[in-house]
């Protein structure tokens, strides 16, 4: 059998982009494919915080009902977007090699992370936090849109800065020099991976896209999503989670942030390769059992209201 895969992407630059690349690594290696591109609920309203509208997979639910409806074969993802269960009937079909998991400020000067004084654009949470956790008396205001909006946004506001991931702006060719690398900040669980999913039932297009997959970046973003499964049960809170893989050995750093960035629980855990299978799972329980329910429950009654 063959077929022409149509692979669904949401229609900014930057899902373009990576559909693309999917796109040219299936045609490398003999398939026939289309590009489908569709507006998300995410891309459609700017004006409302992501934490506002249900963030869990805000920028994927279009292309899950396109799949769902047989208007598209497959979905490409930034993989830190999309929920940690899939939709019944979808799967997983492949996670392209990882590129940077950092987060990077865009600046007009670095002056003011010495006086005490500034104002950071971003609309994460887990970047929020995390901020205020180290500038706590900075202000951060929200920032929304595909990243040349925001990009634009920064410019035209008196923001000493915004926080993006270098991932995005390093794939487009737009990354400004006027950056600094967080490297204290822990990245979004699955941060700079793509994901590629398919219908569990689709064969053809599953055994194309298993020709795909990158397995060290498999395991890395598997554990930060079970991590990141175990803590939120549902709700979006400032999370941050990377496990690297480093001479055959699992490194994982995890933390749980308060909303104002006040309270941290961290957990930093070591495994061999080969015994890494529950680590998200057990760092996740960590977190939990050193005061995280009960951080949990105070995040979730303040955005459920």
């Not at 598997?222 to 989670?241: K, M, N, Y």
Request: glycine letters at 8%; aromatic letters at 4%.
């Amino acid at each position: 059998m063959s077929k022409t895969i149509r692979i669904g992407t949401r229609d900014s630059e930057l899902a373009l982009w990576q559909a693309k690349t999917v796109q040219n690594a299936l045609e490398s290696t003999g398939h026939k494919t289309e590009l489908v591109p569709v507006k998300s609920t995410g891309d459609l309203n700017l004006d409302q915080p992501l934490y506002e509208m249900g963030i869990t997979g805000i920028f994927t639910k279009t292309l899950d009902v396109a799949m769902i409806k047989g208007e598209v074969d497959i979905a490409v993802h930034s993989m830190k977007d999309v929920p940690t269960a899939l939709p019944k009937g979808i799967v997983e079909g492949a996670i392209m090699k990882r590129a940077s998991n950092k987060d990077i400020l865009i600046h007009k000067g670095i002056e003011f992370l010495e006086n005490g004084q500034g104002t950071i654009a971003t609309g994460s949470l887990r970047r929020k936090a995390q901020w205020l956790h180290k500038y706590p008396d900075h202000k951060v205001v929200d920032l929304r849109g595909n990243v040349n909006t925001r990009l634009q946004k920064l410019d035209d506001n008196e923001w000493n800065g915004a926080i993006f991931a270098a991932a995005g702006l390093e794939r487009i060719e737009i990354k400004p020099e006027n950056f600094i690398d967080l490297n204290w900040m822990i990245p979004a669980p699955a941060q700079g991976a793509m994901l590629i999913v398919a219908m569990e039932n689709d064969e053809y297009s599953r055994e194309a896209l298993s020709l795909l997959n990158h397995k060290n970046s498999e395991t890395c973003v598997h554990i930060e999503r079970e991590f990141l499964r175990v803590l939120e049960g549902g709700c979006t809170a400032p999370i941050g989670g990377l496990a690297r893989i480093v001479d055959n050995n699992v490194h994982f750093k995890g933390a749980l942030f308060s909303l104002d960035g006040n309270k941290k629980i961290e957990v930093e855990r070591s495994l061999p390769l080969e015994e890494s299978n529950q680590m998200g799972h057990e760092c996740a329980i960590q977190i939990l059992e050193n005061g995280g329910r009960d951080l949990m429950r105070e995040i979730k009654a303040v955005l459920n209201n």
